[in-house]
């Protein structure tokens, strides 16, 4: 028997509650393009009027770091302590970062 895939692509949707916040992977959803993608997170995701902003990304377009490579990514950066924010004070406006 053959068969022929008419599935819908897989996207990764994440919302922004608040503007100035960053944006949280909160699920996924089939849909045959990106406004119906967008469309439908609103729908899903965001039913309570939480959302400020939804991002959608096909999940065949996502590239991410092996989590074997780890050491060669991360443990590099702790010997560079110019790169933490600890040098300099945040105004008190800026609370939430």
């Known amino acids: 028997m053959s068969t022929t895939n008419t599935e819908w692509p897989l996207w990764e949707v994440f ?3 608040r503007a100035g916040l960053d944006h949280k ?3 996924s959803l089939h849909a045959a393009d990106a406004a ?7 729908d899903v995701y965001t039913r309570r009027q939480e ?5 959608v990304v ?13 050491d060669m990514f ?17 105004p008190d406006e800026v609370n939430h970062m």
């Open 15 to 17: 919302v922004r509650t």
């Open 25 to 27: 992977h909160c699920g």
């Open 36 to 42: 119906m993608a967008i469309q439908m997170a609103r």
């Open 51 to 55: 959302g400020s902003s939804i991002w």
């Open 58 to 70: 096909r999940s065949d377009q996502i590239v991410a770091s092996d989590p074997g490579d780890k």
């Open 74 to 90: 991360f443990d590099p950066m702790e010997d560079k302590v110019y790169r933490h924010p600890t040098f300099y004070k945040l």
